[in-house]
């Protein structure tokens, strides 16, 4: 079965970077699709960014367009998200999950309703 364990996270000030770790195990990585929700305090679970089973297809939502980037290393069996010009809006639990569907244009939901702990990001001076 898929485990995906998040981590990663912390307190930087506004402007700064973090890089969020998905380690994998129990699969390929190149069979999955891979993707990054977070939710904020008294928010909804938000849809951030996803990679594709090739690596070939990136989405992002509008907001981080630009600042985030994913990525994965097949041989460490891990995924990544790195994340540059943090600002306050960003602050939340991230999570990694596998998604049902992922391309440039759009992400789609979690393919099973199970999550992880998450890794709490806080973007705060």
């Known amino acids: 079965q898929v485990r995906l364990v998040e981590s990663g996270g912390g307190l930087v000030q506004p402007g700064g970077s973090l890089r969020l770790s998905c380690a994998a195990s129990?699969?390929?990585?190149?069979?999955?699709?891979i993707g990054w929700f977070r939710q904020a305090p008294g928010k909804e679970r938000e849809r951030v960014s996803c990679?594709?089973?090739?690596?070939?297809?990136?989405y992002y939502i509008d907001s981080v367009k630009g600042r985030f980037t994913m990525s994965r290393d097949n041989a460490k069996n891990m995924y990544y998200l790195q994340m540059n010009s943090l600002t306050p809006e960003d602050t939340a639990v991230y999570y990694c999950?596998?998604?049902?569907?992922?391309?440039?244009?759009?992400?789609?939901?979690?393919?099973?309703?199970?999550w992880g702990q998450g890794t709490q990001v806080t973007v705060s001076s």
């Open positions: 990679i594709s089973k090739d690596s070939d297809n990136t």
């Open positions: 999950v596998e998604v049902t569907f992922c391309s440039v244009e759009w992400m789609g939901p979690p393919l099973h309703d199970s």
């Open positions: 129990g699969f390929t990585l190149d069979r999955y699709r």
